[in-house]
């Protein structure tokens, strides 16, 4: 009975250390926790934040711009419309 025993308890534990072959050490998630991954992620979120601000400073410029003409074109109407008023 003994040695029915001795031979089935290696095959247990056999067993049991090749299902523990297949698991990780690390805990679920541990890549995101690491240090490179940190600062991965956040210079990929540095430089969307970069390129979002410069879109929206692009976007205000061309804004600017579009009413610096606009207000030249109504400056210009204005002084067209003064000097019509003077001459009659």
């Given amino acids: 009975m003994l040695a029915h025993l001795a031979r089935r308890g290696p095959s247990v534990s056999r067993t049991a250390l090749v299902g523990r072959r297949y698991t990780s ?42 009413k610096k003409q606009e207000l030249a074109d109504l400056e210009n109407k204005h002084a067209e419309t003064s000097a019509k008023a003077e001459s009659k």
């Fill in 25 to 66: 050490s690390a805990k679920e998630g541990s890549v995101a926790q690491s240090k490179g991954f940190n600062k991965k992620e956040k210079a990929h979120e540095d430089e969307y934040a970069r390129r979002h601000e410069a879109e929206l400073l692009r976007k205000l410029k061309a804004e600017i711009e579009s």
